[in-house]
């Protein structure tokens, strides 16, 4: 009997594309769907994956993919990301992020599929009560990004008291760096993450950094948050199939290091690895901005063992520095 294969829907994406990656190389039996709006082709490096052009909310696609290869499995990344677009046009991110994946849901149902790994967020806690963050902080997002990654959260536990569907929700901190050979990395546009966005000042493909708020009650007066390398990301994903496929419950899990790094340190980190100096300029606080975020892990390390192996944030620094002066500079762009 064939090995299932493994659904990775937004394989192209940031995380997808590095996920799909450690996958690859654990030999995995792996297809992609993706409908390439803000993933890129290029970045599905391996060349025995199948790939299916095609969106998640339309029935037919999926139900192609899932009549023409036994799915398994299915790892789910495909959603928007901007935090302040999510505020501008809720509607998009409540369609695309909570109501398209109920799509993917009825065909699993009908198929039999019963694992699903959800790209979830830290956005779904909303204002810390409490730091470090551990999975049992009330869920009040502030934003439709954090409410919308947390609806998808309760259908799979809907699901799961209906159907028996099991799924691991993956709450990452903030996703970082990129791989190790610059091959892939982290090409969003338009781009508001900080580190990236910091290097690409440097490079003059972006202003300069404005760094909102100086007075927070931190040792220098900035936000702290948790950095999380995104291989690290790519390898919880792989232990979480792997809890799934054993026979293991369903679990959410904080994805991050337990380490706060502040914006200043991000900035001197940079610095110290391009040996470059960073253009800045200091503003006011923004509205809805904690002064920290940080995870406790310990879930993901207990439950699926998994633990952050890139504590230090120079690494994402240099990682993704690597990224933006190797082979694949701009070759992602659209």
């Known amino acids: 009997m064939a090995e299932p294969a493994i659904l990775v829907s937004g394989g192209a994406g940031y995380i997808g594309s590095h996920t799909l990656r450690h996958l690859a190389a654990e030999g995995r039996k792996l297809v992609v ?11 599905i490096l391996d060349e025995g994956i199948t790939v299916v052009e095609g969106d998640l909310g339309d029935p037919a696609v999926v139900e192609r993919v899932f009549s023409e290869h036994e799915i398994g499995a299915v790892v789910h990344f495909a959603a928007f990301i901007n935090v302040g677009e999510s505020v501008r046009d809720p509607l998009k991110y409540y369609d695309n992020n909570t109501a398209r994946p109920l799509v993917l849901l009825a065909a699993m149902q009908r198929h039999g599929c019963k694992v699903f790994v959800l790209s979830s967020t830290a956005a779904v806690y909303g204002e810390p009560e409490a730091i470090p963050l551990v999975e049992s902080h009330p869920l009040q997002p502030v934003n439709p990004y954090g409410w919308s990654k947390l609806m998808l959260e309760q259908i799979l536990r809907d699901c799961g008291t209906a159907w028996g569907l099991r799924s691991v929700c993956l709450r990452y901190f903030n996703a970082s760096g990129s791989s190790g050979d610059g091959l892939i990395g982290e090409d969003h546009e338009p ?17 300069k950094i404005t760094v909102f708020g100086t007075d927070y009650d931190t040792p220098d007066g900035t936000c702290i948050r948790d950095y999380i390398h995104v291989n690290d990301l790519a390898r919880a994903h792989a232990l979480a199939l792997d809890h799934l496929l054993g026979g293991g419950e369903s679990v959410a899990c904080n994805l991050g290091t337990g380490v706060g790094v502040s914006v200043r340190e991000i900035i001197d ?3 110290e690895v391009t040996g470059k100096k960073v253009p ?5 606080r923004r509205e809805g901005d904690p002064a920290r975020l940080v995870a406790d892990p310990s879930r993901a390390k207990e439950i699926l063992g998994w633990e952050a192996g890139k504590k230090d944030v120079r690494e994402m620094v240099e990682s993704a520095w690597t990224w933006m002066n190797g082979p694949k500079k701009g070759h992602f762009q659209k």
């Open 33 to 43: 769907l993706d409908n390439f709006v803000h993933g890129h082709q290029e970045a």
């Open 191 to 207: 781009e508001t993450h900080l580190i990236p966005r910091v290097l690409l000042a440097l490079t003059g493909e972006a202003d």
């Open 269 to 271: 980190a940079v610095e």
């Open 280 to 284: 800045v300029e200091f503003g006011e």
